[in-house]
């Protein structure tokens, strides 16, 4: 092909894309087109980020699912005859979520540090960056017992995920499982009823988690419930709604209360803000969680655990909650930035705090 040729090619292609484009800009206005994607993508971006939560439980469901499946073999490698068939899978489960919790909502300080030194007779400032990192935080583990029950009385975010990464740190720190109170709407949630039996997590009676507390295992109520999840807002305030079963519970068992609250928890999902009578009106129906979720920011995240609260057999069951209340709100109000903020619960992970564990 010769030259000219080359060049009558390329302008009839030129001239065909162009014709294209003018019968494409005829129907579509692709300034618009632009400027609605770039406008969109983030907010489909944060509507999406939650899938990753998804996508984890559902991971862990089908580990287990691929563990029980092999339970014959599994049985004749640990041939013991105290051996807990389910207990290697949870020890495998916490490892996975609390690695996910130091990736996802840990600390990474570069710290500076200054030091003097003689150079020519004379002192001079030395400075040197050390750079460290921490995972997911928590604070006041030494509140919890080694052995013997204890009742768990924590905030519910819209997720709570900090519950997750609590159990798995708790289990590999302490070798100890807390029971967990769940909604009943769980149990038509696929897959659920097998993560359910292996992470002990069941709606309960006061009879059962009182029956669960009796036999020296710690067992978590979010008494907020799906409510306090879904219109809680980043105000940080208790939804309980006169809620006392939790302390009929503690009060039939005669177990302590540790109230427990996680930094940051509503940066790192929140609930839509619009319509919010609306959905309110629609949960009292259905009773199931009917307001969207946002989020799954990766914010620093640090559970907080305040010191026990023995029995107290004078106190009644209202007193006892409006006490456990207190609790909880103090830990708020010393730890918790009112209102939230996404952006500075970003910048936390740079901020170092107290050491945990």
């Given at each position: 092909?010769?030259?000219?040729?080359?060049?009558?090619?390329?302008?009839?292609?030129?001239?065909?894309?162009?014709?294209?484009?003018?019968?494409?800009?005829?129907?579509?206005?692709?300034?618009?087109?632009?400027?609605?994607?770039?406008?969109?993508?983030?907010?489909?971006?944060?509507?999406?980020?939650?899938?990753?939560?998804?996508?984890?439980?559902?991971?862990?469901?089908?580990?287990?699912?691929?563990?029980?499946?092999?339970?014959?073999?599994?049985?004749?490698?640990?041939?013991?005859?105290?051996?807990?068939?389910?207990?290697?899978?949870?020890?495998?489960?916490?490892?996975?979520?609390?690695?996910?919790?130091?990736?996802?909502?840990?600390?990474?300080?570069?710290?500076?540090?200054?030091?003097?030194?003689?150079?020519?007779?004379?002192?001079?400032?030395?400075?040197?960056?050390?750079?460290?990192?921490?995972?997911?935080?928590?604070?006041?583990?030494?509140?919890?017992?080694?052995?013997?029950?204890?009742?768990?009385?924590?905030?519910?975010?819209?997720?709570?995920?900090d519950m997750y990464y609590f159990?798995?740190?708790?289990?590999?720190k302490r070798h100890r499982l807390?029971?967990?109170?769940?909604?009943?709407?769980?149990?038509?949630?696929?897959g659920w009823k097998l993560l359910?039996?292996?992470?002990?997590?069941?709606?309960?009676?006061?009879?059962?988690?009182?029956?669960?507390?009796?036999?020296?295992?710690?067992?978590?109520?979010?008494?907020?419930?799906?409510?306090?999840?879904?219109?809680?807002?980043?105000?940080?305030?208790?939804?309980?709604?006169?809620?006392?079963?939790?302390?009929?519970?503690?009060?039939?068992?005669?177990?302590?209360?540790?109230?427990?609250?996680?930094?940051?928890?509503?940066?790192?999902?929140?609930?839509?803000?619009?319509?919010?009578?609306?959905?309110?009106?629609?949960?009292?129906?259905?009773?199931?969680?009917?307001?969207?979720?946002?989020?799954?920011?990766?914010?620093?995240?640090?559970?907080?655990?305040?010191?026990?609260?023995?029995?107290?057999?004078?106190?009644?069951?209202?007193?006892?909650?409006?006490?456990?209340?207190?609790?909880?709100?103090?830990?708020?109000?010393?730890?918790?930035?009112?209102?939230?903020?996404?952006?500075?619960?970003?910048?936390?992970?740079?901020?170092?705090?107290?050491?945990?564990?």
């Open positions: 092909m010769s030259t000219s040729d080359g060049m009558i090619a390329l302008s009839n292609e030129t001239v065909e894309n162009s014709t294209v484009l003018a019968y494409i800009g005829q129907y579509i206005d692709l300034d618009y087109s632009i400027w609605l994607y770039r406008l969109l993508t983030p907010v489909l971006v944060t509507f999406l980020l939650p899938c990753a939560f998804v996508l984890l439980i559902y991971t862990t469901i089908s580990f287990l699912y691929i563990y029980k499946l092999h339970s014959r073999f599994i049985l004749q490698v640990y041939n013991e005859g105290d051996f807990d068939f389910w207990d290697v899978a949870r020890t495998l489960v916490a490892v996975v979520w609390d690695a996910h919790g130091w990736i996802f909502h840990g600390t990474i300080v570069r710290a500076m540090r200054q030091r003097t030194v003689v150079i020519d007779q004379r002192l001079m400032p030395i400075f040197s960056y050390k750079s460290y990192s921490s995972g997911y935080e928590v604070c006041g583990l030494e509140n919890l017992p080694s052995s013997g029950p204890a009742l768990i009385i924590y905030y519910h975010g819209a997720i709570p995920i159990t798995a740190r708790v289990y590999l807390i029971y967990t109170v769940g909604d009943r709407f769980l149990n038509n949630v696929p359910a039996r292996v992470m002990k997590i069941s709606p309960g009676t006061v009879q059962s988690c009182a029956s669960v507390l009796r036999d020296g295992n710690m067992l978590s109520i979010a008494p907020g419930g799906v409510y306090e999840a879904q219109f809680g807002d980043s105000n940080y305030e208790l939804l309980w709604r006169r809620r006392v079963g939790f302390a009929k519970v503690a009060m039939e068992s005669k177990a302590p209360i540790i109230p427990m609250f996680t930094e940051n928890l509503r940066e790192g999902f929140r609930s839509v803000g619009l319509a919010k009578r609306l959905f309110i009106r629609l949960y009292n129906a259905v009773r199931f969680p009917v307001r969207p979720i946002y989020g799954g920011f990766p914010v620093k995240f640090r559970t907080h655990l305040g010191a026990p609260i023995p029995y107290d057999p004078s106190l009644s069951p209202e007193e006892l909650q409006e006490k456990v209340a207190f609790a909880i709100e103090e830990l708020i109000n010393r730890h918790q930035r009112i209102p939230g903020s996404i952006f500075h619960a970003l910048l936390d992970r740079f901020i170092a705090k107290k050491k945990a564990q």
